[in-house]
């Protein structure tokens, strides 16, 4: 059974910075891809960034420069270092993880993946 733990949320002011872990149990964690998505009050849960079996990650553009994702693999832990923090960046963060695809899959599609955390919200202050 796959379970997916997220912590490192707060609040900070515009500028700031924040880093988010993603403790992951089930399977062989190399064996996931994975992803972070956020989803603020009244708009749909979109996706962030992703990262493939390779440790090879993806940013939506929104985020592109200031997010970055990662994993460490001795730790079974995905993390995203979120940088130069924005008012619009404020919402509840998910790390999402599945195995359906093979190869070098990566997807910012919510419809691409089985296992979600409870989610850990970030409040950016202006």
């Known amino acids: 059974q796959t379970r997916l733990v997220e912590s490192g949320g707060g609040s900070v002011q515009a500028g700031g910075s924040l880093r988010l872990s993603c403790v992951v149990s089930?399977?062989?964690?190399?064996?996931?891809?994975m992803g972070w998505f956020r989803q603020a009050p009244g708009k749909e849960r979109e996706g962030v960034a992703a990262?493939?079996?390779?440790?090879?990650?993806y940013h939506a553009d929104s985020v592109k420069g200031r997010f970055t994702i990662s994993q460490d693999n001795a730790k079974n832990t995905l993390s995203l270092q979120m940088n130069s923090l924005r008012p619009e960046d404020t919402a509840m963060y998910y790390c999402?993880?599945?195995?359906?695809?093979?190869?070098?899959?990566?997807?910012?599609?919510?419809?691409?993946?089985?296992?979600w955390g409870q989610g850990t919200q970030v409040t950016v202050s202006s």
């Open positions: 089930g399977y062989t964690f190399s064996t996931y891809y």
């Open positions: 990262i493939d079996r390779y440790g090879v990650g």
């Open positions: 999402a993880a599945d195995l359906r695809r093979s190869g070098r899959f990566w997807s910012l599609s919510r419809n691409d993946y089985t296992y």
